[in-house]
């Protein structure tokens, strides 16, 4: 069988959130690729990206003799080389909104990072609750309630995603979903009235959202193994 077309360079999965974005979005659209992994909070790891990408981050997606880093770059790339894998809604109008989100999100929500940071195997109920994390988590199941209500549950095969369908901005919010459950949020005091927890349900259930949890856990136990 020839080479997958596609390198994607990735971190540790328990951890890195910017990683699980692309990796999802391609494991969703059926696309195969050779992935690569870095592990992250060693003293190599920056020395160890840079030999795949002179970002010196994670995630990079190698094709064709070029790297393309940042997680949002790759995801826009993938719907671009792909157009009938429908990676963003069809609509226009749709389509801004879902680029509008996944900008928010990328370059926004940043006391949801700093104080519930990924760790899909982790369970912290109740901590970095922080008034400004909590704020940041009410837009978000503002946000999700919002394209939930207008786009996703009027699509014709409506598959339970903010759009109906998969798309990139639900790859870029599948981090904020496992961060909630990891901390415990209290979605219904947010402003969730049922819609967000069957939302994050869809996500958590997908089975490449599990095979990159499996893949976590394989993971830190060989991490456990070798300094045993
Ligand atoms: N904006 C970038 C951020 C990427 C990023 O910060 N990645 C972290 C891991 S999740 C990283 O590579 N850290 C390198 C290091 O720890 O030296 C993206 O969206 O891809």
């Known amino acids: 069988m020839a080479a997958p077309e596609f390198e994607l360079v990735i971190g540790d999965k328990n951890w890195s959130s910017w990683s699980l974005r692309p990796w999802l979005l391609m494991r969703q659209a059926g696309i195969p690729f050779q992935e690569t992994s870095i592990r992250l909070r060693s003293p190599d790891t920056k020395s160890q990206i840079l030999v795949h990408s002179p970002t010196g981050f994670v995630p990079a997606l190698k094709w064709r003799g070029v790297v393309i880093g940042d997680s949002l770059a790759i995801c826009e790339t993938i719907a671009d080389l792909f157009p009938g ?6 609509d226009a109008l749709a389509r801004a ?3 509008s989100a996944c900008s928010e999100m990328h370059s926004g929500f ?5 104080d519930m940071p990924m760790a899909v195997l982790e369970r912290h109920n109740g ?12 837009r978000v199941i503002e946000l999700w309630r919002a394209l939930r209500g ?4 009027q699509a014709t095969e ?9 798309t990139v901005a639900d790859a870029m919010f599948a981090p904020v979903v496992t961060r909630f459950e ?9 402003g969730d009235d049922g819609m967000v927890r069957a939302y994050m349900d ?4 997908l089975p490449s959202m599990r095979d990159w949890i499996a893949g976590a856990e394989a993971e830190e136990k060989e991490k456990a193994a070798a300094t045993a």
Do not use: M
Request: net charge positive; charged share 25%; hydrophobic share 40%.
């Open 127 to 138: 901590e970095g609750h922080t008034e400004e994390a909590l704020a940041s988590a009410r």
């Open 202 to 205: 869809a996500i958590l259930t």
């Open 110 to 114: 940043q006391a949801i990072r700093r």
């Open 158 to 166: 409506d598959q339970g995603f903010l759009f109906g369908h998969f």
């Open 97 to 99: 909104l879902a680029r």
């Open 182 to 190: 990891t901390y415990g949020v209290n979605l219904g005091a947010l």
């Open 85 to 90: 894998k429908k990676l963003w809604p069809k």
């Open 150 to 153: 207008r786009f996703g549950r």
